[in-house]
């Protein structure tokens, strides 16, 4: 289904900051883990794109999504401060692991809904004790900009005036739009040359008739000649 992943990411790139390409290069780096914590193709593509668009690059974005969905779906192997920052934001690990087997997508925004909801001074703290140091900057952003990656997902699930999602086909049409972008560029500049040797051929065509004239009575004058005088055409033939 690599046409329908690839409608995905042109939809995300055409309506959020991150690039088509940056998204496509996260992708590469999360892709065995997202499998592995039951995210579809489009849904990985939607987090990546989310890190992406609050400015995180692909590579920073791939660890970063690689750390916080291994770290979530392990919940019940993490140490205590683990497990105390997850009853802190007022879930366990056993819980959170039955969540991520029955919809891992929603398992997460949940997931980051519970510690947006913490006070703004404890979120960073329990991001610490969940993800450790390198981790937790990251996915404080993310929670930060909880809205952007809803949003990346809805965009993704809205349907269009056909009932089927409104991003299947998107390379298709941005190719046609291109494609007739083009033709339409060509069509003009024939149409200019057309116009442009229509005015240079007004100008040269009284000079062309005055060349053609002269030039038709030398060669009546020298054909005259020739007429008249067969034995020096012979030598200069032979010559």
């Known amino acids: 289904e690599i046409d329908k992943l690839g409608d995905a ?107 947006e909801k913490l006070p703004k001074a404890d979120q960073m703290g329990a991001l610490v004790d969940l993800f450790g140091l390198e981790y937790a900057d990251d996915v404080a952003a993310l929670v930060g900009g909880l809205d952007t990656y809803k949003q990346s997902l809805e965009s993704l699930k809205k349907a269009g005036k056909d009932g089927k999602a409104e991003f299947l086909g998107s390379m298709e049409k941005e190719f046609a739009a291109r494609s007739a972008t083009t033709e339409n560029g060509l069509t003009l500049m024939k149409n200019s040359w057309a116009e442009f040797m229509t005015v240079i051929g007004d100008r040269l065509l009284p000079i062309i008739n005055q060349v053609s004239s002269a030039l038709a009575g030398l060669i009546h004058s020298a054909t005259d000649w020739a007429a008249k005088n067969p034995a020096i055409i012979d030598m200069i033939i032979e010559f």
């Open 9 to 115: 990411v042109n939809h995300l790139s055409n309506n959020f900051p991150a690039k088509a390409g940056d998204i496509v290069n996260a992708l590469s780096r999360v892709g065995g883990v997202a499998v592995q914590f039951g995210l579809a193709e489009t849904q990985a593509a939607a987090l990546s794109n989310a890190f992406i668009s609050l400015g995180r690059r692909p590579e920073v974005a791939g660890t970063a999504i690689n750390g916080m969905l291994t770290k979530l779906m392990t919940a019940e192997k993490q140490g205590k401060k683990f497990q105390a920052a997850l009853e802190g934001i007022g879930t366990d690990a056993k819980t959170l692991k039955k969540s991520i087997s029955e919809n891992a997508e929603q398992a997460l925004v949940d997931f980051l809904h519970k510690v």
